[in-house]
């Protein structure tokens, strides 16, 4: 056979062997077909559909059921679920069923989206996983088993923690800062294995990949003047495909004169790759963003490629294949090498060059981030008030298959939005558009499953006679979604000051507070102290009191009083402290300096200490014109300089009561302003003394408005402390674990650099004290100085890039946000016990539902509390209403059949337990925890039976058996954490620290 043109080239250049020296190849190359279809950035997920997606399906099912050589790996669910429920034909089911048994077509990842690692809460990754796992399983009975989490912006050490209790063999990431993956490369370590929990043994350790410089996608091909490499399909185009069949940017075809550069392109690129990883088998991603509309096209011409490439396998030793990530991964496995390992340490922020840290999007679309994780609460509230309702009573007038109908409506609205372009805030602006009605919508179906569920057990439908009450009143259900005891203070708008409020029983309720609203001056906000067991309720009835409580023996509300400190302009030096006016509770004394109308210095009784706290409102300017230097967009943050004060004056009230004292500082951005730019509101609450009140005693409630800002802004709240911090920040992966933060001095962008995501908490703290800060949505978050953090809580911006103009992807935010926060400070050993508990009461907050009183309200109905031990969090309670069985062979037997689906099995109940302490972090809490199911969930009627399953459900436990990978550490469990993993027996199960333990609970049928 004659050597063709480019082979010989190739050897001139050293980049093969000599002609005929082999017999076995050298570098197996695994080509993998893949399309990277984003759920929302530029496009909506209808555009989308309506573009590319549903031929992409189309396509590729055809092409690969002409030839047996071709494979391709499938990625987002949302897209491929709409195309099977919508657009496939029986016949094209029938082929794709066909293909995934061929292992020709693999569902990699298998979750709703390729989920963002920076700013999403792990509750809602384990969701969007387990969405898209029951799906699969459903339909095909296949699990998911290798990762494809090639675009998000950074890599937390959650995600692969996750993947592993899911049952998955390897994990891929791509995006980690631009100097390590160098580094990385040049040392043959882009392949390890992570143990992404330093508290879970390392069965819950993963193989892990980083792909390389080139990522999921091609080196531009210069020497052929193409733009992209190997995409014969071209360029997608909106809002359909053109008449003519040709896209923009379709690339020359594969022909005797073309067929030398492709090969010799294709060869030189495995030969580089080749030498940054260990084994002689070579990962070839072979697609990028919206390809393989047209896959027959793309096949055909690289089907030559490969062809070419393989003849002269006994001379340039490369042999080229299609490939799925299943058939890479077990190449690499069987080599049996021994791997690096890597802790738990992330891979945030990420930089993809010196003025390129993304860490903008911790921040942007503040708003949004703010109604997926509201969104979320309410889903988890909704899913155990329904399992409830359907366990424990007949179902009078509300169909159950609607209520399911509702939460999977909001199941898949919080799902989509954790795509790494949906919550993040790097998308389009009608694409944010799209994921807000999605979510709202969502919503509103679960808050009318809610309704419904309080209907159904009015007294009206339960045969019970109602309390009678005079109408203009309200009637007020509360749920308290935790499965522990929440004592809190609920707040209620009302339009009248003297009300009167009397418990299910009739009972006065004595503890309640009335006093001016802070957003509507016509209003008023009732506070109210509950106590509610573990998902439970409570109900009040709250009307208009009458003129004389003391005939009618009514407790007299309290109206709070309201201290007035005017305008106070900035100061720029001098003394300070000089006037402070305490603000107390049973934990804490907050003094505020009437000078500057500042906060001045916090004292928290557990240790008897003083810490200086200031907070204050600054920006970081931006700079708007590409030309003229790095800019800050959706993804990045280039500060043009230090942050600077965002006001001049601030007014200050301070409204106190028996139950709740309340701080409002608003802040003027001139002095003139007649509104105010930015707010805190502070809150400080009294509760009963004891375990009762502790999480209410040891916080400081606050909440900000920011906005509308000025261009080209980004703001911050920055908290200044006297704490000796060293400039050490901590901050959490995703609400799951904390990672430690040192400040890091780099030549560039140093400040962009040492921001970091909190999704849920993050802390300074020196060897006396730590401030914890508790947060209900993902910000950024620094600590520029010592003794100082700053959370990022909005930003504006706009510039004149081209590309971004085009796409409308930009930032010109002019909304106003209201995050909160929740301030703990104390001793470590204080704070600590109680954060992650504190850090759930903030995000799960009881569920106040309220409605005009028509005369009558509700009496009691019987409520079994559902209560857990401290340290373990009922992460989910569901009734998922899936249709196949938990006996694998039983449900593949099933599938094979063609069997009609059975209906939702709703005595199935998904139950999630998670462990909230890391090994040592308590000396009690840190403990294992063995608890009976049947026990704890009594109250909900009677368990049957048991199964430990995997993460997202679709393994039984006892039949799991992942890959393991030798390993260069022979220690495998970290902490104290070698306690033995059995397999539960019975009802009763041990719950070790960070430990996930998914369960199916079956419940007899009434």
Same mark, same amino acid.
């Given at each position: ?151 998000? +912006? ?28 160098? /580094? ?113 096209? %793309? ?93 424990? /009573? ?97 707040? *209620? ?64 509300? +309290? ?151 000025? *261009? ?49 908490? /993050? ?61 703990? *400070? ?7 016990? *109680? ?161 996930? %333990?998914? +369960? ?7």
């Amino acid at each position: 056979m004659e050597p063709r043109g480019w082979l010989p080239l190739l050897l001139q250049l050293g980049l093969m062997w000599p002609l005929g020296a082999l017999s076995e190849p050298r570098l197996r190359v695994f080509v993998v077909p893949h399309s990277h279809m984003d759920v929302g950035w530029l496009h909506t997920v209808q555009e989308s559909m309506q573009a590319y997606v549903t031929n992409v399906y189309n396509s590729v099912v055809e092409a690969l059921t002409l030839e047996k050589k071709r494979k391709f790996i499938a990625v987002e669910q949302e897209y491929f679920r709409l195309w099977w429920d919508g657009v496939a034909s029986d016949g094209q089911k029938g082929q794709v069923r066909q293909l995934v048994a061929e292992g020709r077509l693999e569902f990699v990842l298998g979750g709703q989206v390729m989920h963002d690692e920076a700013v999403t809460h792990f509750d809602d990754q384990i969701l969007q996983l387990t969405e898209g796992h029951s799906f699969l399983y459903e339909t095909f009975g296949v699990r998911p088993q290798f990762s494809w989490q090639v675009d998000p +912006f950074g890599a937390s050490s959650t995600t692969p923690t996750l993947l592993a209790l899911a049952g998955f063999n390897a994990h891929i990431i791509s995006r980690i800062d631009y100097n390590l993956k160098e /580094a990385m490369q040049d040392n043959q370590q882009l392949q390890f294995v992570w143990r992404g929990s330093r508290s879970l043994s390392a069965q819950q350790e993963i193989f892990t990949h980083v792909l390389d410089q080139f990522g999921y996608w091609l080196v531009p091909n210069t020497r052929l003047s193409l733009s992209e490499g190997f995409y014969w399909d071209g360029d997608p185009v909106f809002p359909g495909p053109p008449t003519d069949g040709l896209y923009p940017s379709m690339e020359i075809p594969v022909t005797e004169d073309t067929i030398p550069s492709f090969s010799s392109l294709l060869v030189n690129n495995v030969l580089a790759r080749a030498t940054w990883f260990r084994t002689p088998h070579v990962l070839w991603p072979w697609g990028c963003d919206r390809q393989f509309f047209n896959a027959s096209l %793309q096949f055909t011409n690289m089907d030559r490629v490969m062809e070419e490439v393989n003849k002269f396998t006994y001379q340039h030793g490369i042999s080229v294949q299609y490939a799925t990530l299943g058939n890479y991964f077990q190449a690499v496995h069987t080599h049996q090498l021994s791997w690096k390992v890597r802790d738990h340490q992330d891979f945030l922020p990420y930089s993809s060059e010196i003025f390129h840290a993304w860490t903008g999007f911790y921040a942007s679309r503040s708003g949004l981030k703010g109604l997926a994780r509201r969104a979320s609460a309410l889903l988890y509230a909704g899913e155990s008030m329904f399992t409830r309702y359907v366990l424990l /009573a007949p179902h009078r007038f509300l169909d159950p298959a609607w209520g399911l109908q509702q939460l999977q409506q909001l199941r898949w609205a919080v799902s989509e939005v954790q795509h790494h372009d949906a919550i993040t805030g790097t998308h389009a602006v009608k694409v944010g558009d799209m994921f807000v009605e999605h979510l709202s919508t969502g919503m509103q179906g679960v808050h009318k499953l809610m309704a419904s569920i309080i209907q159904d057990r009015s007294p009206a439908n339960s045969g019970t006679l109602p309390m009678q009450t005079e109408p203009g009143g309200h009637f007020a259900v509360v749920y308290n979604p935790l499965a522990w005891t929440v004592t809190t203070i609920i707040t *209620l708008t009302v339009g009248f000051p003297n009300v009167s409020i009397t418990d299910e029983s009739g009972r006065t309720v004595p503890a309640f507070q009335v006093q001016s609203s802070k957003e509507m001056p016509s209003a008023y906000d009732l506070h109210v102290l509950t106590t509610i067991p573990g998902l439970s309720y409570q109900h009040y009835s709250i009307r208009p009191s009458r003129s004389s409580q003391e005939a009618t023996g009514e407790t007299a509300p +309290f109206v709070a009083s309201t201290q007035h400190f005017g305008h106070r302009l900035r100061r720029r030096g001098g003394q300070v402290g000089c006037h402070l006016v305490p603000v107390e509770n049973d934990c804490y004394t907050v003094f505020l300096d009437t000078d500057t109308n500042l906060m001045h210095s916090i004292w928290e009784r557990w240790s008897n200490r003083t810490v200086r706290v200031t907070q204050s409102f600054m920006e970081y300017h931006v700079k708007s014109d590409v030309n003229h230097g790095p800019i800050s967009d959706n993804y990045v943050f280039t500060p043009s300089g230090k942050a600077e004060p965002a006001w001049e004056a601030v007014r200050m009230e301070i409204v106190e009561g028996p139950l709740v004292t309340e701080i409002r500082q608003y802040f003027y951005r001139e002095v003139s302003d007649s509104e105010p730019t930015f707010a805190i509101y502070s809150r400080l609450a009294r509760g009963p003394q004891g375990s009762d009140g502790e999480l209410l005693c040891h916080r400081i409630e606050q909440e900000y408005r920011a906005g509308p800002l000025e *261009l080209n802004r980004e703001a911050i709240l920055r908290t200044s402390t006297d704490l000796n911090t060293g400039r050490v920040l901590h901050s959490d992966n995703n609400g799951f674990q904390m990672q430690r933060r040192p400040y890091r001095q780099n030549m560039w962008n140093t400040i962009a650099r040492n921001y970091y995501p909190m999704v849920q908490s /993050a802390f300074i703290e020196d060897l006396p004290s730590r401030l914890v800060l508790l947060s209900e949505q993902a910000h950024g978050v620094s600590s520029q100085g010592n003794g100082q953090v700053e959370v990022m809580l909005h930003r504006r911006l706009w510039n004149n890039d081209k590309w971004a103009l085009d796409n409308d992807l930009t930032l010109n935010d002019s909304s106003v946000v209201h995050p909160v926060l929740w301030l703990l *400070l104390g001793p470590k050993t204080l704070t600590s016990g *109680l954060s992650q508990r504190s850090g759930l009461a903030l995000q799960h907050r009881p569920v106040v539902m309220l409605r005009e009183m028509n005369g009558e309200v509700g009496g009691p109905f019987s409520s079994p509390a559902v209560t857990l031990p401290s340290s373990v969090h009922l992460q989910i309670l569901s009734i998922p209403g899936w249709k196949y069985s938990s006996n694998h062979t039983q449900h593949l037997r099933t599938l094979q059949k063609g069997e009609h689906k059975p209906k939702a099995d709703l005595r199935r109940v998904l139950l999630r337990l998670q462990h909230l302490y890391e090994v040592d972090q308590d000396p009690v809490l840190s403990q294992p925890v063995t608890v009976n199911l049947r026990s704890v969930l009594g109250g909900l009627g009677s368990v049957v039976s048991v199964e430990e399953r995997s993460l997202t459900g679709t393994w039984d436990m006892r039949m799991m058996s992942r890959w393991t990978w030798s390993t260069r550490d022979p220690h495998r469990h970290r902490g104290n954490s070698s306690w033995p993993l059995p397999l539960p027996r019975g009802p009763t199960v041990t719950i070790y620290p960070k430990e996930i %333990q998914t +369960f199916f609970i079956h419940f007899q049928e009434q």
